[in-house]
């Protein structure tokens, strides 16, 4: 015999409900233009969606500072180099160089949970 469908089951008041939302939102600006992205974010979840963010796990981190998250470090990288670039478009001098993006955005897998997995899978 089965479970009884949810409509037979007894309603429980008492119970509490936990519910997890975790993301990232990254924007190209300064710091007062992020503070009132994360309170508007932050009144829509608590009138609209009747959420509460947890202070302690929220914040703005600058993107070359990086920030957890899901347990990986995001965070920004930068480089600078030139690289040598093939194209039909240069079949006079057969390549040209040109410069790489110069920052990017990394998720990261940090040191510890590198060797966990390692020792798990041996």
């Known amino acids: 015999m ?5 409509t037979d089951r007894p309603c429980l ?4 409900h936990s519910f997890t939302l975790d993301y990232l939102v990254g924007i190209i600006g300064n710091k007062l233009e992020a503070e009132t992205l994360f309170s508007e974010i932050k009144n829509y979840l608590n009138t609209t969606l009747k959420l509460e963010i947890s202070e302690e796990k929220s914040g703005i981190h600058h993107a ?7 347990g990986y470090v995001v965070q920004n ?7 040598k670039v093939h194209s039909p478009v240069y079949t006079t001098v057969g390549a040209a160089t040109r410069r790489t993006v110069k920052e990017r955005l990394q998720l990261r897998v940090p040191q510890t949970k590198m060797s966990e997995f390692c020792q798990r899978k041996g």
């Open 64 to 70: 070359k500072e990086g920030t957890s998250f899901l």
């Open 13 to 16: 008041p008492s119970m509490s």
């Open 77 to 83: 990288y930068s480089d600078e180099k030139i690289v």
């Open 2 to 6: 089965g479970k009884p469908a949810a």
